[in-house]
């Protein structure tokens, strides 16, 4: 599956060039992509806001079928938005120095096809980039299909107008993708105390959880945003059996696109990561939510594989696999969790 990342929000302006555009991508996607296809949707008044930005391993050399689905389904996806243009980005793809002296970079098959496939689909390209790896320093140019001559080396990432905006924002950016899937790898929860003041405290100052399921997810949430959630045996027990009532599963739906949602995020993620078995699909179906209503498609797409591999028939993963195939972006997600589309 692509990954998919998230456009700045709509007070976020932002100017950025080639450099800044790449130097951006981890933003953009939430981690650091390495040896990948990257499309990034432009539009809006000016023609150059960032919108949908997609991510797809590189195909193989030689694999001259697969090269153009790959890039075919990424254009498909793009064009979707109604962008007024698209740029073109390959990360990786092989070694670098000589072969930007003499101008012509890694895996120019690629970037040519996906530029005859945003073609097709009707959407422009203005600029088709590589770059070696995304971190500072780093040597990057334009192919030689745009004649600009363009290249330079990598700002540091952390360093952009881009990257202090998405800060603030509240945006993480994680080395690899690698390290995302982590957040919802399987882990043993804490152990739950079951005598004296230890039993009567919590773990380790963590709340002694309500019995009442709502009261529980909301003293969770709040611990949540105090950086202080612990979830321990007790909490996992609560939260389980409450997901098998309809009413309780439409309460978390509700908390994944309002005020509490990072707080939220942090839980379905630690809960994703502590229950067993089947358990662990509601949480991780809840956290493909949050990061689908914020634009996060790669943790949404790590997310649901958790979600998929220990309950297959999940009806709202099914619903979610077919809004991120559609290119979907926050606001439309939103809406359609809102009851809207």
């Known amino acids: 599956m692509p990954d998919a990342g998230p456009a700045p929000e709509p ?56 090269r153009a689905s790959v890039c075919a389904s990424a254009a498909v996806a793009v064009a979707r938005e109604r962008p007024a243009a698209a740029a073109v980005v390959v990360v990786g793809g092989g070694p670098a120095p000589a072969l930007v002296a003499e101008g012509s970079p890694p895996r120019v098959d690629v970037a040519a096809e996906a530029v005859l496939a945003l073609a097709d689909a009707g959407v422009a390209v203005p600029t088709v980039a590589w770059v070696a790896e995304l971190e500072p320093g780093a040597p990057w140019c334009c192919y030689p299909l745009q004649g600009c001559g363009c290249a330079g080396r990598l700002p540091d990432p952390a360093g952009t107008e881009l990257a202090a905006t998405a800060v603030a ?37 963590a709340p002694r959880w309500p019995a009442e399921p709502e009261h529980a997810l909301r003293a969770a949430l709040d611990a949540a945003s105090a950086n202080r959630l612990v979830v321990d045996a007790q909490l996992v027990r609560i939260m389980t059996s409450a997901f098998r009532r ?79 195939a559609a290119g979907w972006g926050p606001d439309r997600v939103r809406a359609w969790l809102a009851g809207e589309l």
């Open 11 to 66: 007070d976020a302006v932002v100017s950025v060039g080639t450099a800044g555009l790449l130097a951006g991508l981890p933003v953009l996607l939430g981690f650091r992509p390495r040896d990948s296809l990257v499309v990034v949707a432009l539009g809006g008044a000016t023609g150059r806001r960032v919108g949908l930005t997609l991510r797809v391993d590189l195909p193989p050399p030689g694999e001259d079928a697969l």
């Open 246 to 324: 309809a009413a309780f599963r439409d309460r978390c739906l509700s908390v994944c696109t309002g005020p509490d949602a990072p707080a939220a995020e942090q839980l379905w993620a630690a809960l994703a990561r502590t229950c067993r078995g089947p358990a662990a699909a509601d949480p991780a179906v809840l956290l493909a939510v949050c990061a689908l209503a914020r634009g996060a498609g790669a943790l949404a797409d790590i997310a649901l594989e958790r979600a998929e591999r220990v309950r297959p028939n999940h009806r709202l993963a099914r619903d979610l696999r077919a809004v991120m």
């Open 169 to 205: 924002q509240g945006t993480v950016v994680y080395r690899s993708r690698e390290e995302l899937e982590h957040l919802v790898a399987s882990a043993e929860p804490a152990r739950e105390p079951v005598g004296g003041a230890e039993d009567r405290a919590g773990v380790r100052g």
